[in-house]
């Protein structure tokens, strides 16, 4: 693990013993309307444990996340 991973791992678990929330998303086209419409990026980006081949975004949520994403999921009803 490069000093840059391992720094980032320990931020992510320090901000979540504090009561931060993440969330993870698969969708690549859900990421890219977060990135492109709202100018949300990713906190970090894994490879996907539970589907071989995909990455999982991991996003921190706040307000603005929130309401970014529940109007994406509304347009797809």
């Not at 320090?14 to 698969?26: L, N, P, S, T, Y």
């Not at 996907?48 to 990455?55: A, D, L, P």
């Not at 975004?57 to 009803?77: C, G, N, P, S, T």
């Amino acid at each position: 693990m490069t000093d840059a991973k391992r720094i980032r791992k320990e931020l992510t678990q320090e901000m979540q013993a504090r009561g931060v929330e993440f969330r993870c998303i698969r969708s690549l086209r859900i990421v890219r309307e977060l990135s492109r419409r709202y100018g949300i990026l990713p906190w970090e980006i894994e490879p996907s444990k539970k589907s071989q081949g995909y990455h999982v975004f991991i996003f921190r949520v706040d307000d603005y996340f929130q309401q970014a994403l529940d109007e994406i999921m509304e347009e797809e009803k």
